[in-house]
C-alpha cells in the first residue's frame, strides 16, 4: 500500500512540473505573439454576410486580411466607451487598406457620425 501511495505521488509531481510547464510556455508564447498597431477606425452599418461567412453583428470589425487575418481576435482601446472593447476580425472591405479597421454598427446613423478615429489595436489571438 505504501509503495502504490509513493507511486501516485510520483505521479501527481510529473504530472503537476508537465502541466505548469506547458502553462509557462504557453503563457510566454501569448505575450510573445501580442502585439499592438495603432489604426485608423472606420464604422460600417450595412448588414449581411460577411467575408468569413457569418452575419453582420456587433463586435465584428473589418480589416485587410494581410494586416489581419481573418478570425483574429482583437482589443481595440481608443473608442469612446471607457474601457477597450474585443472584436473578432470577421470581414473585409474595398476601402479596408492596410492599417484600418472598419467596426459594425448596427445603427446607420451613429455609423456614419462615428468618423475616423485613432485607436490602438491589440492582437489577442491569431486564427
Known amino acids: 500500500m505504501a509503495a502504490v501511495r509513493r507511486w501516485s505521488g510520483a505521479v501527481l509531481v510529473v ?3 508537465i502541466l505548469i510547464g506547458t502553462t509557462a510556455t504557453d503563457a510566454e508564447r501569448r505575450v510573445r505573439n501580442t502585439h499592438t ?3 485608423t477606425a472606420t464604422a460600417y452599418c450595412d448588414g449581411g454576410e460577411t467575408r468569413s461567412g457569418t452575419l453582420a453583428k456587433s463586435g ?12 483574429t481576435t482583437v482589443r481595440v482601446a481608443g473608442l469612446r466607451s471607457r474601457r ?3 472584436f473578432t476580425v470577421a470581414d473585409t472591405g474595398a476601402a479596408v487598406k492596410g492599417k ?16 475616423r478615429r485613432r485607436v490602438q489595436v491589440t492582437i489577442l489571438d491569431l486564427p
Open 37 to 39: 498597431l495603432s489604426v
Open 60 to 71: 465584428i470589425v473589418a480589416a485587410e486580411p494581410q494586416v489581419l487575418p481573418l478570425g
Open 100 to 115: 484600418v479597421i472598419d467596426i459594425f454598427i448596427r445603427d446607420c446613423a451613429r455609423a456614419r457620425t462615428f468618423g
Open 84 to 86: 477597450p472593447q474585443v
Open 15 to 17: 504530472l503537476t512540473v
